[in-house]
């Protein structure tokens, strides 16, 4: 026997999974594993808060939030500092967005360069279009510390991806000049 809650979860899950592992694999700079894991632990947290979340009066910038908590949590994690990254990926499949997976690759490297909560706050203003004022609610910071990490993580990848008029044209929103 389900409760109503249960249910709600249930549509909730359904409905924004694959948005949840996207985003989280973007913040993790496209670490596939660590991004399947960092979306169960989100879901879990929301779980428990469930209540809390129905009553958020910004219910997308809410999860957002428990996401970036959750990866900040992770990566305090002793054994993370023993990890050591590879150089060889998994098959992976081609992007949505009709990326080629160069394009795809050299862009994921240069946010897996960014500091997390930079990378989060151009995921979340970019690639889910969300405001100032609700990329702020999600990583829990001033909307000026928003402003201030948009500006200093576009200047970075375009010096990472050096990008020039007409080059990477698929970069999301105004990321190129």
Not at 24 to 44: F, S, Y
Not at 90 to 109: F, H, N, Y
Not at 144 to 156: E, F, M, P
Request: hydrophobic fraction near 35%; glycine fraction near 8%; proline fraction near 5%.
């Amino acid at each position: 026997m389900t409760s109503e809650r249960d249910e709600q979860f249930g549509k909730f899950v359904l409905d924004r999974r694959a948005e949840l592992v996207r985003t989280a694999r973007l913040i993790t700079g496209g670490d596939h594993h660590l991004a399947e894991d960092l979306v169960q632990t989100t879901l879990t947290k929301l779980y428990v808060k469930w209540p809390a979340y129905r009553r958020a009066g910004n219910p997308g910038g809410y999860v957002y939030r428990i996401m970036v908590n959750a990866l900040t949590d992770e990566r305090r994690r002793p054994w993370w500092r023993r990890e050591r990254s590879t150089a060889a990926l998994p098959d992976i499949a081609q992007a949505e967005s009709g990326l080629d997976r160069e394009g795809v690759d050299e862009l994921m490297t240069a946010l897996k360069r960014l500091p997390p909560r930079m990378r989060a706050t151009l995921v979340f203003r970019y690639f889910h279009g969300l405001d100032v004022a609700e990329t702020a609610g999600a990583l829990g910071c001033s909307e000026g510390s928003v402003k201030t990490q948009t500006a200093r993580g576009l200047q970075r990848l375009r010096e990472a991806l050096e990008v020039t008029p007409g080059r990477l044209s698929y970069l999301p929103g105004n990321i190129h000049p």
